[in-house]
């Protein structure tokens, strides 16, 4: 195991070694579980069904542990937390405040060194093979894995590690940026992805933000923070399209605060070199430039290595699977072959990712079990931050939901009096008016990625307005914003139900400023 | 109303004017409900009732809007977040930011002006009268209510302002400092309750805290913040001794790093003066000394306005009461007369008033229904917060249960390792092990009191492992070091149903730092 590792892993030159005695006759080593990409879905999943003495195999051919320690959520948020800090400061060099956020993010990052990692797999007794893997599928059930050294090019496959016989495939393979549909874009220099954006030692004096979705909220604020000129263009008519208007609101003022010139409902249609670096023409007729022109219009699943196995794929692009995560094929749920984290488009987030490979693992110790993933939270890093659970009021309504909202802001609160806070913050509910059941909800404000897990408790253990009614927090917690919310919802479900409101929403707000 | 509230208000030194029309013929006016006492209760159930229809008379000889926005939760937690940011900041300065501490203070305090206050209950249509009552219950049902100018001293009444009829009567006088017997304490010069550490401008040279719960806790750690030589003296063998162990080692640590002599397991035996200002004598042979101090020993409830009311009193000085707050005589609950707030002693905080009054005002309404004070968060301001709700384990086995307990430790989450925070943080979990039901929970670490909502949430409702452990949280949020723990009790209470613990407690901490 640790010579495969060493030969194959990236930043090492030697030669891999012969892989015998395992791949040195024609019958290849039999492994119980097969994970392909070594993110967290394999972090999590792997250690469990180890633990059980099934034997574990993780195929990684890049960085293990995935994006969301090297290039997604932990990179981001470093950089968030030393933006928000030097915001909060008030300094005005930028430069060396710029300093400081990357050496964090190289902290936080292990500089790329995955090492760690690959060590917590071997102490979990997973074992890593750094390869790419091609796949097969055999008629009596499980199938076959080459792994090669080099990149997952069908064109130029690599060198022959091992192959290897899989009883259970678990594809946790992932995603990557997805590049929109606007001309000239790929003739253009200095475009970047996330990647790029989470990467960069340069900080540029202007930047394009394409999309207004969690990374381009995040990294537009990011940039702005460190005085970067930042234009942030999104087609939807608000940022966040997705949730209640109101986060959209929150955060497009979160972000003018930064300094960041955030273009709502305007569509880029064309993308040339010029200006400070990168000109956008927008359909509104306006014109934007800046040195880097950062593409954060969503992902796409890596479905590379699965192209030999017959499965089903969504609309999205994405592998189709059942609510046990077991891989469709011909519409048909297989029994052996599972699809976990961003690959099957459900939850694309780390925490969905884990959540999946959970279940997985349950599955996998022979406990099978349906996934549900009511509640699944949404964060978005931007300070204040947000945290969306459920349906937004619009998904609810789409659903067939007759729907009661009750909204608060936390201006109100006796913690945003001593804290002094001004600054965006609301809690929206979505409710089922006629069980009065939490559908869904909002939350942004300080700290709202924190008190914001009691709303997704609520909403994933499908509890009603009436016991929510009941909860008390701490006074002056941030939470206390969510009481006045609560009680306009169930004085509302209650009307509805005839039981006839009480008189107690003018009166629900804390009171306990001075 | 408003010549009343003048007349009578403190601050203001004009005579009252005569109290007729009101008070001028020999018929009391009559009143549906009088709240004695405006503190946080009185402005939580007496807008409720007006805005039912009800007339309200609110009477507070002191400052409306009682301890929290003046004297308690406000004017700590102003402190304590500007103790906070001076020690984060790393600044030797201790004056200049002292003197930003109490200018915040004061802003939160509004300077004790409690106009506002007094407008908020004018608005809602809450009639106030400024003076102090003295009680009578009738034969047939109500009673009456002296109310007369000057403080509550029974030897000697202030002159009358006007005699009330009341229908119910809310009594919310609340709670005062206690003074611990130790030998000597009355004497020495230099002693503060919170009152004084509270509103204090001096920043003594040195400190003593008497007292190792919520308040000594705070406090000892705002002063020692900015510089203050602070001895903390507590009898039992910890800090906050009533919670899980975990809560007082971690809150001790916080303090300690904070510069407290912190000193558990041994008693005050004599006070006098000398030292520095005050000095105790110490059980354990040691002598302690400071130009103050500070006594938070606990606080006991206000009772002398109800004397003429042959209430029940309960053995540690509270009104008695039942589950629906009615006040006890004779061990028979009073329809007409409600006790709510620290006057009851059942959950003498801010927000215990406050969900003790929505009962009451649901019952004023004619919707009488039960208090259920499962849950009741415990929350302290020190840095980290903390959070506790429900039952520590120690008293769930004193009331019979099986439990089983698990915790887990902040550091080992993405949270953490991104914040690169290594202070005390761990979250400990009480679990009937029969049922799985959580029966309390205790939270420490950066934004506790925002997270542990959840928790909150979790013992009111009264739901079990195995659903709490289907619950997400987003990476990188700091709920998400409940998960391991969770995941631990409920293996527990598998395996004690001899359904096997499946061997996912090893795998269960997130794994997603680099």
Redesign the interface.
């Known amino acids: 195991m640790a010579s495969a590792q060493q030969a194959v892993g990236p930043g090492t030159s030697t030669p891999a070694p012969p892989p015998s005695p395992r791949g040195g006759d024609d019958a290849p080593r039999e492994v119980d579980v097969l994970v392909v990409g070594g993110g967290?879905a394999a972090?999590?999943a792997g250690?469990?069904a180890a633990?059980?003495g099934l034997r574990v195999v993780v195929v990684e051919g890049d960085l293990v542990?995935g994006q969301?320690?090297?290039w997604a959520?932990?990179p981001s948020?470093?950089l968030l937390?030393a933006a928000h800090a030097h915001r909060a400061a008030g300094d005005e060099d930028h430069a060396a405040a710029w300093q400081v956020a990357v050496d964090?993010r190289r902290?936080?990052?292990?500089d790329?060194?995955?090492s760690?990692?690959a060590e917590?797999l071997a102490e979990?007794g997973v074992e890593l093979l750094r390869g790419w893997a091609s796949l097969e599928r055999s008629p009596g059930g499980g199938g076959l894995a080459h792994v090669r050294r080099g990149g997952p090019s069908p064109e130029e496959p690599g060198e022959l590690v091992e192959t290897l016989r899989w009883r259970t495939l678990v594809v946790a393979t992932g995603s990557e940026p997805a590049v929109p549909p606007v001309d000239g874009l790929d003739a253009v220099e200095g475009t970047w992805t996330s990647d790029e954006a989470l990467s960069s030692d340069h900080l540029p004096t202007s930047l394009l933000v394409l999309g207004g979705g969690a990374v381009g909220c995040e990294l537009a604020q990011v940039y702005a923070s460190f005085g970067v000129r930042t234009t942030l263009v999104e087609t939807a008519p608000r940022l966040l399209a997705a949730e209640n208007p109101s986060v959209g609101e929150a955060v497009e003022a979160s972000l003018r605060a930064a300094g960041v010139d955030v273009r709502t409902g305007v569509t880029a249609r064309r993308a040339s070199s010029g200006g400070d670096g990168v000109v956008l023409d927008l359909d509104d007729g306006a014109r934007v430039e800046g040195e880097r022109l950062l593409v954060a219009s969503g992902r796409k699943p890596r479905l590379q290595c699965v192209d030999g196995l017959g499965l089903d794929v969504t609309d999205a692009g994405a592998l189709a699977t059942d609510v046990r995560y077991r891989a469709l094929a011909g519409g048909t749920p297989l029994d052996d072959v599972f699809a976990v984290g961003d690959v099957n488009g459900r939850a694309p987030?780390?925490?969905?990712a884990?959540?999946q490979a959970?279940v997985v693992?349950?599955a996998l110790?022979g406990?099978p079990r349906d996934g549900?993933e009511t509640?699944?939270?949404?964060?978005v890093y931007v300070e204040p931050p947000v945290?969306a659970t459920g349906m937004s009021a619009e998904a609810a309504r789409e659903a067939g939901h007759d729907v009661v909202t009750a909204s608060q802001a936390s201006h109100d609160t006796?913690?945003a009096?001593?804290?002094?806070y001004d600054g965006p913050g609301t809690v929206e509910l979505v409710v089922d008016a006629r069980t009065g059941v939490l559908l869904g909800a909002s939350a942004v404000g300080p700290?709202a990625?924190?008190?914001g897990?009691?709303l997704?408790?609520?909403v994933?253990?499908r509890?009603d307005v009436e016991?929510?009614a009941?909860?008390?927090?701490?006074?002056?917690?941030?939470?206390?914003l969510l009481l006045p919310a609560v009680e306009d919802a169930r004085d509302q479900v209650r009307a509805r139900r005839g039981e006839g409101p009480?008189?107690?929403q003018?009166?629900a707000a804390?009171?306990?400023?001075?």
């Open positions: 967290s972090e999590t250690p469990r633990a059980a542990g969301c320690p090297f959520c932990v948020k470093a937390l964090r902290e936080a990052t292990a790329r060194d995955d760690g990692k917590g979990a987030y780390t925490h969905g884990n959540y959970r693992a349950d110790l406990s549900d509640g699944m939270p949404r964060a945290l006796g913690r009096h001593v804290e002094r700290e990625d924190s008190w897990g009691e997704v408790l609520a994933r253990g509890l016991l929510l009941e909860v008390v927090h701490p006074f002056p917690a941030w939470g206390e009480r008189p107690t003018g009166a804390p009171a306990h400023t001075a």
